[in-house]
């Protein structure tokens, strides 16, 4: 079994910075692939970005890439997603995913999840 507790959101102005982090627990942490995904009020969750189990390759949706960053420490149990220059339109409760498959880009790949963390970006 495998529990991940996200912290490190918040309220921020646009343009600012946070950095999300999901501690994991449970063995064989780089066995897992890793991922952070957000759900908006009113709309579906969807795949921000994701971390392979093995080579570390990582993967963003559209929106995000050139000013999020996911990486992972495997000596911590940790994975982070550093976000810069945030929008408003980036206001959603963030996931951290984990699961056994090499990479998790779509929900249904995840085998477990953390309890969501907010962050709120004004304008």
């Known amino acids: 079994q495998v529990q991940l507790v996200e912290s490190g959101g918040g309220l921020v102005q646009a343009g600012g910075s946070l950095r999300l982090s999901c501690a994991t627990s449970?063995?064989?942490?780089?066995?897992?692939?890793l991922g952070w995904f957000r759900q908006a009020p009113g709309k579906e969750r969807e795949f921000v970005a994701a971390?392979?189990?093995?080579?570390?390759?990582?993967y963003y949706t559209d929106s995000v890439k050139g000013r999020f960053t996911i990486s992972r420490d495997n000596a911590k149990n940790t994975v982070y997603l550093q976000m810069n220059s945030l929008k408003p339109k980036d206001t959603a409760v963030y996931y951290c995913a984990a699961g056994r498959g090499p990479v998790i880009t779509r929900h249904f790949e995840a085998d477990y999840w953390g309890q969501g963390t907010q962050v709120t970006v004004s304008s």
């Open positions: 971390i392979s189990r093995s080579s570390g390759s990582t």
């Open positions: 449970g063995r064989n942490f780089r066995n897992y692939g």
